[in-house]
């Protein structure tokens, strides 16, 4: 049985880590508001951006050409990674190393042993995973969650397109997790680059009536820089959203289970306690018989 001074420290030191734990759940909450009220405004925009998109561009016609939806032979990857800055996030982190991890090896293995996978770290802790293994990547994009912006993402998603233009990358990919609830983030697997159309059965329900102006052309060519750079900001602002709401979630099992311990620690100092105190009275009603029968 532990002595008193060692439990005693013990519940001390508890106490302090469910403190901490207990504010860092209140900081998470308060940037979840901020990054959940973002990403719920961003995305009917990016929605109907979307679907203007689709609609303008849903009929066959030969002279508007998009570069962005080229198909090649999947010889040149990016995979995009996108995680946080910090830990104690539960399995936040580690989701999107894995979805990585089984992608490249359930269909990009023969690209990586060519040497023509490489990987854009968002987020210091994806960075940092990947330094440690070695692998090519590009790290000028690695910190946009310091100060997450529309105009920091503009600067990485025009690198992607950019590089898919000049055939430097055949297939841009995006890694992260998705924001459905505090409790729930949902990862996502998305490719960016070549651009996919949507899918939908009833194709009736995507042409609209547009008056075009200046042109058809300028307005596709206009919008479909514009659309992947959305979709790209509004990837970061669900992963931003994710984490906050993941870190809250561990946090409060944290407290939850210091909580537990704690129990467990006083009733383990009591029961020493009171130990040490039987101990104690069993010695002295001994020493008086010893006393008595002198």
């Known amino acids: 049985m532990p002595s008193l001074k060692e ?11 469910q403190q901490i734990t207990k504010a860092m759940k209140m ?40 570069p962005f939806a080229a198909v090649r032979p999947e010889e040149k990857i ?22 990585t991890t089984n992608l490249i090896e359930e269909k990009y293995g023969a690209v990586r042993d060519a040497g023509n996978l490489t990987i854009m770290p968002i987020g210091k802790r ?32 025009e690198f992607a397109m950019n590089a898919f233009l000049e055939e430097k990358f055949d297939k841009v990919v995006l890694v992260y997790n998705e924001f459905k609830n ?28 547009y008056i075009y102006e200046p042109s058809k052309a300028e307005i596709i060519e206009e919008l479909i820089p514009k659309s992947l750079k959305l979709k790209f900001y509004t ?13 809250m979630t561990a946090m ?14 006083r009733l383990t100092y009591n029961r020493t306690r009171q130990a040490a105190i039987t101990k104690e009275i069993l010695e002295i009603v001994a020493g008086a018989e010893a006393l008595s029968s002198n």
Do not use: W
């Not at 995680?83 to 979805?99: E, Q, R, W």
């Not at 995973?129 to 503009?154: M, N, P, V, W």
């Not at 680059?193 to 899918?199: I, K, S, Y």
């Open 182 to 209: 505090v409790a729930t983030q949902i990862l996502r697997t998305e490719q960016l680059l070549p651009m996919v159309p949507n899918n939908t059965e009833a194709g009736e329900s995507l042409k609209g009536d």
């Open 7 to 17: 439990v005693k420290s013990r519940i001390a030191s508890v106490s302090s880590t």
């Open 126 to 157: 994806a960075l940092d995973f990947y330094k440690r293994r070695r692998a090519d990547i590009i790290t000028d994009y690695a910190l946009l969650f310091g100060s997450l912006s529309f105009e920091q993402a503009r600067e990485a998603a």
């Open 252 to 265: 409060d099992q944290a407290t939850e289970n210091a909580g537990e311990l704690l129990k467990e620690l």
């Open 235 to 247: 990837a970061l602002l669900e992963s931003n959203a994710s984490e906050h709401g993941a870190r």
């Open 78 to 99: 990016l995979l995009v990674a996108i995680t946080s800055d910090k830990g104690l996030c539960g399995p936040f982190n580690s989701n999107v190393f894995k979805a």
């Open 27 to 66: 900081v998470a909450a308060a940037k979840l508001r901020k990054a959940q009220d973002q990403i719920i405004q961003m995305r009917p925009y990016s929605q109907k951006l979307q679907d203007i998109l689709q609609n303008v561009s849903s009929e066959n016609d030969s002279d508007i050409a998009n």
